[in-house]
């Protein structure tokens, strides 16, 4: 990091750690300067749609918790959270079949937190994280700046495939190395849109069992499922091998940073102790707002008018990928959530079109920060969380421009950078319904 | 941390990392179960006197910032903090001289964020901080879980001890170390009750630039001194080797947990790199609703509001003491802030005495937990800023009945627990205006 001629653009780079000299700012936030431009479409953010919110009922709630409990709410609070909402939690969670106690439930600043505090917990540098390939950008922000070294586990539209879980265990158990934890969002994937099945849920837990494997649950999008629920949350299936996050960024409001982890107890107190040093205790005023909320506003109605807003726009984003996609892309069909996985030609590089794509008034975020490993070259990530169906459709329909230019440019000049040619061979895949690239193992 | 017989209380020990292992529950914290009961008088909690704000203007504040600003507050939010908000964080900044730019500034989850920030940025395993003996648990707390080695430097009722600050610099330098930084607390100490003069803020600026010195200044109180302000900020002597961190917790209200840290530029870009991977961004609601504050209502007036309610509070303490505390027992006179650093005869222990304190209904936090190096054993902090002044009389009142009692108990069986004798020369330290005991350089 520094420029190696004594003229320093940065006067302390001899006195940053070490852990500090991994880290790298996400590419996703690189983005966001241009992509905020009005008069491009934003398909790259992950912003949930606050705008479906009930401002004034939320004001009204807001006020009620300063005016009449303001002791507590301005006051510093407790580094596990405050009860009355941990116990609210535990109603939340039922939803997904989760039996569990507030005794268990750390509250976080967003789930951001939860996934640094797990980390600290648990990572030494060095340490092997499993990860689906793609994976969360901010868990693997997490997990490098822990020095953690992570292994990609491949998915297919049923999400996480347990056989390559099971080889990824075997190849480490013979290295002599053992994975500290799999992170997994079995729900709507962040970016890869895809759920894991029944089934497969079943036959992950048990290998954890097998292989003396932590899983991290992180499961953001739960409620979210347009046609029906996804499959019953790993932490119901075991209550031992299982961290579970949660967070009501997605479902109310992200602003307010409150999330949540459920641990073994052992694992609580470690969580809690780590959170104390972080920041001390989460913000009471937001844990009274959400806890208020969550007493006195039929929100169950309101996760439902989410769902709406997150169904027609999804459905907005396929169907315009279906109508303009050339030959040659294919990309996930999510059943909740937030994201569609789309996967260019072989050979080709959606970072690279970024710069094309945001002279086209159209932004994505391209696949290569969803891997620790450099893979994801030919993916971009598509958010129809945010923007408007007709603003969704309008974006898809310049994407499609952008990667039909391109398309030609490799038709006339050949692949550019020394990549390997564009892969011309029709439309075989084009309904996306295949899986996203495989993480290499 | 196993139990080593198989039979493990904790079944996850095996996979805790090691800085995880290095973290001790907080000597504070683990008080304040027993010493939050009505009946205790506690003199142990740094909590602000929250209740003096003006609930009801809060409460409209913070609606009118949901109703009519939701769409961002209700938001996710960007790494560094709203613009408007540290815009208004330089006007706050210029009451203690300091001029500084809102880019130069990170909005962080309260000061404890920034501490964490501030550790992750420069500190390895191994590496040395500087700072006052006594210091600041939480501060103290970071650095444990850095898995630094804390270094203490020796105050007196001046502040730290400049000629101290050199004798320890150039130890380190002969023994081919360097300190990544200074952490200091200039102000109104916590715990120590004590403020570094003009002539010694001079001192440590040179100091810093003779030894290629960091600074990290922390001033929550820098804005409650009760007959005067204290010195100019270091910060305002020197742009370049300081790190500045601001709080809103004792202002306006720490439940908001809303703090700030202003750096070099460089090192900013690193804060917030940091602060991404620990919390994505500080919560918009809460940045909005303090922005909103400092705007719109008559913030400059409410601090003098504070300052004479802790004024109060203070002269209370300093009375009671002289009053009530027996021959042998000194402590500082704080010119502000929340604390007095009290310091038992010779050979006493002030962990060991907290039980008796606590069947006497009252609470404090003894000494050594402001050390890394275990001293501080005779010493306790009293708080004055949360309890009102009859409760704060009588909380010293029984405190001296305790202290008393064990005079009584040393003379008539000699000192328990193979300590030294309990010193009975008089009361040649008796009016508290001596320094708090050095620190273990």
């Not at 793609?134 to 020095?147: D, H, I």
Request: some cysteine.
């Amino acid at each position: 990091m520094s420029t190696g001629d004594g003229t320093t653009l940065d006067d302390y780079t001899d006195r940053y750690s070490a852990a500090l000299r991994g880290m790298t700012p996400s590419e996703i936030r690189a983005l966001f300067s241009v992509a905020n431009r009005p008069e491009v479409v934003s398909l790259a953010g992950g912003m949930p749609y606050v705008e479906a919110l009930p401002l004034q009922s939320i004001a009204g709630l807001v006020s009620e918790v300063v005016a009449s409990q303001g002791a507590v709410a301005l006051q510093y609070g407790v580094g596990q959270g405050l009860l009355e909402l941990r116990e609210l939690i535990c109603e939340v969670m039922d939803l997904e079949d989760i039996a569990a106690s507030a005794e268990d439930i750390v509250v976080t600043t967003g789930s951001q937190q939860a996934l640094d505090m797990v980390s600290r917990v648990f990572l030494d540098p060095g340490d092997v994280v499993l990860a689906e390939g793609p994976s969360y950008v901010g868990a693997l922000g997490t997990f490098q700046a822990a020095q953690a070294e992570v292994v990609h586990v491949e998915m297919d539209d049923d999400g996480l495939v347990p056989a390559r879980l099971r080889a990824t265990l075997e190849q480490l158990r013979k290295a002599g190395r053992r994975a500290k934890f799999l992170y997994t969002v079995p729900n709507f994937h962040n970016p890869a849109g895809v759920t894991l099945t029944e089934a497969r849920r079943d036959e992950v837990i048990a290998l954890a069992e097998e292989y003396d494997l932590l899983v991290v649950e992180d499961n953001p999008y739960g409620l979210l499922g347009f046609e029906a629920s996804p499959g019953r949350a790993l932490r119901s299936r075991s209550e031992s091998r299982v961290i579970y996050l949660g967070s009501f960024s997605k479902t109310f409001a992200a602003g307010l940073r409150v999330g949540w982890v459920l641990a073994p107890h052992a694992v609580r107190d470690k969580l809690t102790m780590v959170s104390e040093a972080q920041v001390l205790s989460p913000s009471n005023l937001t844990q009274k707002v959400v806890a208020e909320y969550l007493l006195k506003y039929p929100w169950r109605d309101q996760v439902k008018v989410f769902r709406e807003v997150y169904r027609e726009r999804r459905d907005a984003m396929l169907h315009a990928l279906d109508l303009h996609m050339p030959a040659g892309v294919r990309w996930t069909r999510p059943a909740g959530g937030f994201y569609v996985w789309l996967t260019l030609p072989e050979g080709w590089d959606a970072k690279a079109m970024v710069p094309r794509a945001l002279t086209h008034k159209v932004a994505y975020v391209p696949g290569i920060g969803f891997y620790a490993d450099g893979d994801g070259v030919r993916q971009m990530r598509l958010s129809y969380c945010y923007p408007p169906p007709e603003r969704i459709i309008e974006g898809v329909r310049r994407l499609a421009g952008v990667i039909g230019e391109e398309a030609e440019l490799r038709e006339t000049f050949g692949p550019v950078l020394g990549q390997a040619p564009a892969r011309t061979d029709g439309r075989t895949h084009s309904r996306g319904t295949e899986a996203p690239d495989p993480g290499t193992v």
